[in-house]
């Protein structure tokens, strides 16, 4: 029976909802298409909540302002790290598994009001650890390391948001089952599905981390437990921590395939490759979170020596093998849209105007020179005694929580505007701009935030000038103008932020009805031939670009590796001077 939304269908004895995607040619189950858009507002509430705040935190550590006294630095700089790494990103994360889900695989969402449940929790215990705390007694950064103890409720509020997003990803499970069931696809799930498995598998095991330390932390904060062990509390932890981070990269490369596929009718140069490289981010990226504990006297010289080296190995694989597929995949699409003079003609006449894959473009190799590099070398054991306790850390995080994933998250956003909301998006010459503005920002953030990192800039430190302290000390004169770009470049992913922040608001209560008729040209420029083709519908199929003639491609990666071996051994240069053979 058709209805005013779309197809009426009754599957097992449950009735669906549909509508057809003009774009994709897709059918979208209402009901999936509701919690994306609940998912989806509430993590841009608290992307805008989280960057207000993390400006604050800039603006503090740059000198020449330093705006906020002590006590109230390290609140804000707890609620902004919560917010931003957390509530913002796995809110995000939930909307993107509905949609590689329910959507991509023409199916309907499994149980729809268990994800409302576990959309409720989610949002309870995200509102609950704010509360927490702004009352001023629960300033224990991200991190929250024991002894230092947060109320009861910060530690119940995580909790809370992680049974919930427990949940969202069972959902997701769910709909994969009931589409295969219901042979809603044909052949393997999508690459872009396949990504997100990957996320929700990691999802999983991250939340099974959290459980098993935020638990009894909860208890040992209402009294009942008398004792928490400190190293045992940062190796579960972080179990949790960093493993949360390789979330996003599982989504935000899955992101990546998905934006390509529908601006530029995009394949992969090998699927098998590609899901190769999701399946070593199941078995090894989480190890990556070793790189928190090499400074740790409790843990073996063995343990340290496999996680930065084998295991490490393994897990930067597949980000490699994604830096060379992701590029090679838009090489061959524009190639093949008609763009084949010289060696970067497909890249000059991409569609750079178009906001969703500007930022996607950005992301990567922001990701990639910025966190992938940076991460590696963190990674590196003898390497991080340098650089443990120092703004490279958090330099490295806005390399590739901000820059990769935040960037990647806004990009996907131009094309859910569209899609899920039905809306055109507003003042498009503002978001084509948008892009660029939030990330060089974010890269300047990360790039200074590392520089003065290396010149021993303290992480946690809410003063670099030590202006109380009964000892002067004071760091190179570089340190100082390191901060005070990185201030003005967060000023500037600010105004990059708050622009993302009014056209997606604005879009989503002003903007312009999607209808059959302008649906296609709502996503933005694209090339001609994804146009008239109809190729953007290969974002829910699966297949290979069929070649690897890619020279451009091949010339990105040569510089590419050059970068990453000339920093590898530029920081062992440091080490030596710090760290001398005799």
């Known amino acids: 029976m058709a209805t005013a939304a779309g197809e009426l269908g009754v599957i097992g004895g449950i009735a669906a909802k549909f509508r057809s995607c003009p774009v994709t040619g897709l059918k979208v189950d209402l009901a999936a298409e509701r919690l994306i858009k609940a998912n989806a507002v509430v993590a841009v509430v608290y992307l805008a909540i989280g960057g207000l705040l993390g400006l604050l935190v800039a603006l503090t550590r740059w000198p020449a302002i330093h705006l906020l006294d002590s006590d109230t630095f390290y609140l804000v700089l707890t609620a902004h790290g919560i917010n931003v790494l957390l509530f913002w990103i796995i809110f995000f994360e939930i909307a993107v598994l509905y949609f590689a889900s329910a959507v991509l695989l023409n199916c309907r969402l499994a149980t729809p009001w268990l994800a409302w449940v576990g959309f409720g929790l989610m949002v309870v215990g995200s509102l609950l650890v704010n509360w927490a705390v702004l009352q001023g007694d629960s300033s224990v950064m991200f991190t929250s390391y024991v002894p230092m103890q947060a109320s009861p409720n910060f530690y119940l509020g995580l909790i809370l948001f992680a049974v919930g997003a427990l949940i969202g990803c069972a959902v997701f499970f769910g709909t994969l089952v009931i589409a295969r069931e219901e042979r809603t696809y044909e052949g393997s799930v999508p690459l872009v599905t396949f990504g997100a498995i990957t996320a929700a598998i990691i999802a999983v095991f991250t939340i099974a981390a959290g459980a098993m330390i935020l638990i009894p932390t909860w208890l040992w904060s209402l009294g009942y437990i008398a004792n928490i062990d400190t190293l045992m509390y940062k190796l579960v932890w972080w179990g949790m921590g960093h493993s949360s981070q390789q979330i996003n990269v599982s989504a935000q490369v899955a992101i990546w395939y998905a934006i390509i596929g529908l601006l530029l009718g995009a394949k992969p140069l090998s699927e098998k490759v590609s899901r190769t490289a999701f399946f070593l981010y199941i078995l090894f990226l989480q190890i990556a979170s070793a790189h928190h504990l090499l400074v740790e006297p409790g843990l073996s010289a063995e343990w340290k020596v496999f996680n930065t080296s084998y295991a490490l190995y393994l897990a930067v694989l597949g980000s490699l093998i994604h830096g060379m597929t992701v590029p090679g995949a838009i090489e061959a699409a524009q190639r093949k849209n008609g763009y084949v003079n010289g060696v970067f003609e497909w890249l000059r006449k991409a569609p750079w105007d178009n906001p969703a894959f500007a930022g996607m473009f950005l992301s990567l190799v922001l990701f990639g020179f910025l966190g992938g590099i940076s991460g590696v070398v963190l990674g590196s054991e003898q390497l991080n005694i340098m650089m443990h306790n120092t703004l490279y850390v958090p330099g490295h995080f806005h390399g590739t929580v901000v820059a990769g994933t935040t960037l990647a998250f806004m990009a996907i956003t131009y094309l859910v505007l569209p899609l ?138 040569g510089v590419f590796f050059v970068s990453f071996v000339l920093y590898y051994f530029v920081n062992w240069k440091y080490l030596s001077e710090l760290w001398p053979m005799s």
Do not use: C
Request: proline share 5%; aromatic share 12%; charged share 10%.
């Open 420 to 557: 899920v909301f039905q809306r055109q998006v507003i003042w498009p010459k503002l978001a084509k701009w948008q892009p660029y503005l939030f990330g060089i920002g974010a890269g300047g953030i990360s790039l200074f935030m590392m520089g003065a990192g290396t010149l021993g800039v303290s992480r946690r430190h809410w003063d670099i000038t030590f202006s109380d302290a009964l000892l002067s000390f004071d760091y190179p004169p570089a340190a100082f103008l390191m901060m005070g770009l990185n201030g003005i470049f967060a000023i500037l992913a600010s105004i990059g932020g708050i622009l993302y922040i009014l056209i997606t608001v604005g879009t989503v209560l002003w903007g312009k009805k999607v209808d059959a008729s302008n649906a296609v040209e709502s996503l933005g420029p694209m090339p001609a031939r994804v146009l008239q083709s109809g190729a953007s519908a290969n974002v829910a199929k699966h297949g290979n670009a069929g070649t690897f003639a890619l020279p451009g491609t091949y010339v990105i990666v």
